[in-house]
């Protein structure tokens, strides 16, 4: 079970003068379910896009499934943050989660019996399969995220990566999301980060930290002891916005 | 109150405004929920020098801005994201290039000052039964390009960066999406000129969006408007001897404000 599903060695995201990934080491296994926490321009999205290959870093490198980002981009499920969209955007729950079905495959055809079915499916996974014809403008925060998460699975992906899925969702239906993905991970890895440290920590396996540089305490075993100790680094980092001071502390244990 | 039919002319118009209304239909649905209607004013403004330049070397002035509206959307679309420069400075300076150019053009010309203003505000009444041809070319390529790639451009327009990680070529399919404004650009040239072909690309699209939530509705129900529009726009200019291109944008201008009130009312 342990082989590498993601591994970033000494990344670096550069633009101009302004450092925003400064040598980050990361390996994620398959079948993890991976944290990742820090303050808001801590560089969580930008860390996300080098996994997808949206961005290039300046330095350092990735490797996805053994390969390039780029040439495993059909097996990452990408759940972006929901306050990018336009909320009045044309488009039902249904054609949004069809989406994830898209591909180089895809071009010159429509979407057949196999790609319905999946879609349906995943939006029934999420419980929003009732609403899949409705526009997605009249649908609240969190079932939005939940059609994005459905699209993300639709695309049947070996890791699924999501950007701040409980930014705007009230604290019941973010404990439902975490069910949910819980309950995903058992097929699926995942890496999600957040700015939220309040849940994250009492269902994910393994916490990093990220602000410019990624600490990373993922060790197998996860103690009490240890997601305490991480929960705790990032209520200094957000409080201070000192990293190395974090980093010091973490050097001397 | 039908007794302007019997002008050839007329008929000419009316058919052309038919074929201009579903190329501005479709494609302006687009540009609207992109958010490219910058690009697309560019795009426009620069075909001016095609049709410059098609004066200048005396060849079809619709086939030189067909040219430009091209290559200049071409330009754009593979220069997104390359350079330092941003694309709205990008678009301005492609914007004025486009139309002094043409000014430059047409100024060379010795002697003979051909009717600036019909490519700069349109005239729908001059339309010949080549510009019918080439508007009709047009529009089906448009129609077959929409129809092959609508889930891409669908994809494309609500979220990009999705469809680059779904493995879509996205680059190529925005390309193809600005050369397929290109065309339109050309095919609403003859009805409202350079400078109003932004007024079509928008205005119908807009209002359609008020009433649906669905895209390829919101195509079907710009076409719609876009044919009233302009034949209303046409009628009323013949009746009260109006510019044409003119009267056509502000009669959807009219609709547009008259819809908004209505929405807000609701």
């Known amino acids: 079970m342990s082989d590498e599903v993601i591994k970033l060695e000494n990344v670096w995201v550069r633009y101009g003068n302004l450092t925003v990934l400064e040598d980050v080491n990361l390996t994620v296994f398959r079948g993890d379910f991976l944290g990742i926490i820090g303050p808001n321009g801590g560089g969580k999205t930008t860390l996300l896009k080098v996994i997808l290959g949206l961005i290039k870093p300046s330095r350092g490198r990735v490797t996805v499934l053994g390969g390039s980002p780029e040439s495993k981009r ?155 100790e991480t929960y705790r680094c990032p209520v200094e980092l957000i409080a201070h916005g000192v990293p190395h001071r974090v980093l010091r502390k973490h050097e001397e244990e | 109150m039908l007794d302007f039919l019997q002008y050839e002319f007329m008929r000419n118009a009316l058919m052309a405004g038919l074929l201009a209304s579903l190329a501005c239909g479709i494609i302006g649905a687009l540009v609207v929920v992109k958010r490219i209607s910058l690009v697309s004013g ?93 508007m009709f070319v047009l529009d089906m390529v448009i129609l077959l390009v929409v129809f ?9 327009s609500f979220d990009e960066e999705f469809a680059t990680v779904r493995g879509v070529p996205t680059r190529y399919v925005y390309l193809t999406l600005l050369s397929m404004v290109a065309l339109t650009v050309v095919v609403l040239i003859r009805i409202v000129g350079v400078v109003l072909v932004i007024a079509m690309l928008t205005i119908p699209a807009t209002i359609a969006w008020q009433f649906s939530h669905k895209l390829h509705r919101i195509m079907f129900g710009s076409t719609v408007l876009s044919v009233v529009f302009t034949t209303s726009g046409l009628w009323l200019s013949y009746v009260f001897n109006s510019a044409s291109g003119a009267t056509i944008v502000l009669v959807s201008v009219a609709a547009f404000i008259l819809s908004s009130t209505l929405k807000s009312l609701r």
């Open chain 1, 74 to 228: 059909g097996l990452i499920g990408y759940v972006p943050q929901i306050t990018q969209f336009d909320r009045n955007f044309p488009a039902s729950v249904l054609d949004v989660v069809l989406m994830g079905r898209l591909g180089r495959g895809k071009l010159f055809k429509r979407y057949d019996e196999q790609d319905k079915r999946l879609a349906l499916e995943m939006l029934k996974a999420m419980e929003m399969a009732e609403f899949k014809d409705k526009p997605i403008g009249e649908l609240s925060g969190g079932q939005l995220q939940r059609v994005l998460v459905a699209r993300a699975l639709a695309s049947e992906p070996e890791i699924l990566l999501l950007d701040e899925p409980t930014a705007s969702i009230d604290e019941p239906t973010k404990t439902e999301l975490y069910e949910l993905l819980k309950k995903l991970n058992e097929k699926v890895t995942i890496v999600l980060v957040s700015h939220d440290i309040g849940v994250i920590s009492t269902y994910v396996d393994k916490i990093a930290c990220l602000n410019k540089k990624l600490f990373y305490h993922g060790s197998k075993e996860v103690t009490t002891k240890t997601l305490e």
């Open chain 2, 148 to 156: 092959t790639f609508y889930k891409e451009l669908l994809a494309l």
């Open chain 2, 42 to 134: 560019g795009i426009s403004h620069a075909a001016f020098g095609g049709v410059g330049l098609g004066y200048l070397l005396d060849f079809d002035p619709l086939l030189g801005a067909l040219f430009f509206a091209l290559a200049s959307s071409l330009g754009m679309g593979l220069m997104r994201g390359r350079t330092k420069v941003s694309e709205d400075s990008a678009i301005g300076i492609l914007w004025v290039t486009g139309m002094s150019l043409g000014v430059l053009f047409i100024g060379l010309r010795a002697g003979y000052t051909p009717d600036l203003f019909s490519y700069l505000f349109g005239s729908i009444l001059t339309v010949s039964r080549l510009d019918l041809a080439i």
